[in-house]
Nanobody, 117 residues
Framework: QVQLVESGGGLVQAGGSLRLSCAASGRTLSTSDMVWLRQAPGKERNFVARINRGSGLTYYADSVKGRFTISRDSAKNMVYLQMNSLKPEDTAVYYC??????????WGQGTQVTVSS
Protein backbone atom coordinates (compact mmCIF):
# COMPACT_ATOMS: atom_id res chain seq x y z
CA GLN A 1 0.00 0.00 0.00
CA VAL A 2 1.21 3.48 -0.87
CA GLN A 3 0.18 6.69 0.79
CA LEU A 4 0.80 10.08 -0.78
CA VAL A 5 0.37 13.30 1.15
CA GLU A 6 0.61 16.68 -0.55
CA SER A 7 1.39 19.95 1.19
CA GLY A 8 2.48 23.47 0.37
CA GLY A 9 -0.62 24.87 -1.25
CA GLY A 10 -2.06 28.23 -0.36
CA LEU A 11 -3.03 31.68 -1.56
CA VAL A 12 -0.52 33.67 -3.58
CA GLN A 13 -0.63 36.74 -5.79
CA ALA A 14 -0.11 36.50 -9.51
CA GLY A 15 3.58 36.40 -10.28
CA GLY A 16 4.39 34.70 -7.01
CA SER A 17 5.78 31.26 -6.26
CA LEU A 18 4.84 28.18 -4.30
CA ARG A 19 6.52 24.83 -3.77
CA LEU A 20 4.31 21.80 -3.40
CA SER A 21 5.58 18.69 -1.67
CA CYS A 22 4.41 15.10 -1.90
CA ALA A 23 5.50 12.67 0.78
CA ALA A 24 5.28 8.98 -0.05
CA SER A 25 5.19 6.03 2.29
CA GLY A 26 4.92 2.34 1.69
CA ARG A 27 6.81 2.28 -1.58
CA THR A 28 9.95 3.98 -2.77
CA LEU A 29 9.46 6.65 -5.38
CA SER A 30 12.31 5.23 -7.39
CA THR A 31 10.00 2.39 -8.53
CA SER A 32 7.24 4.70 -9.79
CA ASP A 33 6.85 7.52 -12.22
CA MET A 34 5.56 10.42 -10.18
CA VAL A 35 3.06 12.85 -11.58
CA TRP A 36 1.44 16.12 -10.59
CA LEU A 37 -2.06 16.79 -11.89
CA ARG A 38 -4.52 19.56 -11.16
CA GLN A 39 -8.23 20.12 -11.24
CA ALA A 40 -9.80 23.54 -11.47
CA PRO A 41 -13.42 24.08 -10.39
CA GLY A 42 -15.82 22.65 -12.94
CA LYS A 43 -13.02 21.23 -15.07
CA GLU A 44 -11.39 17.87 -15.65
CA ARG A 45 -8.26 16.79 -13.87
CA ASN A 46 -5.29 17.54 -16.11
CA PHE A 47 -1.67 16.52 -16.31
CA VAL A 48 0.85 19.08 -15.07
CA ALA A 49 4.24 17.37 -14.81
CA ARG A 50 5.89 13.97 -14.55
CA ILE A 51 9.26 12.69 -13.46
CA ASN A 52 10.21 9.21 -14.60
CA ARG A 53 11.60 6.55 -12.32
CA GLY A 54 15.17 5.64 -12.95
CA SER A 55 16.07 8.17 -15.65
CA GLY A 56 14.58 11.16 -13.85
CA LEU A 57 13.41 12.55 -17.19
CA THR A 58 10.76 15.23 -16.78
CA TYR A 59 7.74 16.21 -18.83
CA TYR A 60 5.45 19.21 -18.57
CA ALA A 61 2.15 20.44 -19.83
CA ASP A 62 2.61 23.26 -22.32
CA SER A 63 0.73 25.61 -20.02
CA VAL A 64 3.36 25.30 -17.25
CA LYS A 65 6.53 24.70 -19.25
CA GLY A 66 9.25 27.13 -18.23
CA ARG A 67 7.44 28.09 -15.02
CA PHE A 68 7.06 24.83 -13.08
CA THR A 69 9.77 22.35 -12.15
CA ILE A 70 9.20 18.81 -10.86
CA SER A 71 11.89 17.14 -8.83
CA ARG A 72 12.33 14.28 -6.40
CA ASP A 73 14.46 13.38 -3.43
CA SER A 74 14.60 9.59 -3.44
CA ALA A 75 16.42 9.44 -0.12
CA LYS A 76 13.54 11.28 1.54
CA ASN A 77 10.83 9.69 -0.63
CA MET A 78 9.61 13.13 -1.63
CA VAL A 79 8.47 14.74 -4.86
CA TYR A 80 8.26 18.49 -5.35
CA LEU A 81 6.63 20.92 -7.72
CA GLN A 82 8.24 24.34 -7.78
CA MET A 83 5.78 26.80 -9.28
CA ASN A 84 7.00 30.22 -10.36
CA SER A 85 5.35 33.11 -12.17
CA LEU A 86 1.97 31.86 -11.05
CA LYS A 87 -1.12 32.98 -12.93
CA PRO A 88 -4.78 33.07 -11.87
CA GLU A 89 -5.42 30.23 -14.31
CA ASP A 90 -3.11 28.02 -12.24
CA THR A 91 -5.74 28.04 -9.50
CA ALA A 92 -6.73 24.42 -8.85
CA VAL A 93 -6.46 21.52 -6.50
CA TYR A 94 -3.10 19.89 -7.15
CA TYR A 95 -2.70 16.15 -6.80
CA CYS A 96 0.34 13.95 -6.57
CA UNK A 97 0.04 10.50 -8.14
CA UNK A 98 2.20 7.43 -8.60
CA UNK A 99 2.06 6.00 -12.10
CA UNK A 100 2.67 2.28 -12.32
CA UNK A 101 2.28 0.28 -15.49
CA UNK A 102 0.88 3.32 -17.28
CA UNK A 103 -1.91 3.85 -14.77
CA UNK A 104 -2.28 6.27 -11.89
CA UNK A 105 -2.23 3.67 -9.16
CA UNK A 106 -2.09 5.90 -6.11
CA TRP A 107 -3.29 9.41 -5.38
CA GLY A 108 -2.86 11.96 -2.67
CA GLN A 109 -5.74 13.93 -1.20
CA GLY A 110 -4.82 17.12 -3.02
CA THR A 111 -3.72 20.59 -1.97
CA GLN A 112 -5.45 23.82 -2.95
CA VAL A 113 -3.54 26.49 -4.84
CA THR A 114 -5.25 29.83 -5.32
CA VAL A 115 -3.65 32.60 -7.36
CA SER A 116 -5.18 36.03 -7.03
CA SER A 117 -4.97 38.64 -9.77
Amino acid sequence: QVQLVESGGGLVQAGGSLRLSCAASGRTLSTSDMVWLRQAPGKERNFVARINRGSGLTYYADSVKGRFTISRDSAKNMVYLQMNSLKPEDTAVYYCAARIGGEYAYWGQGTQVTVSS
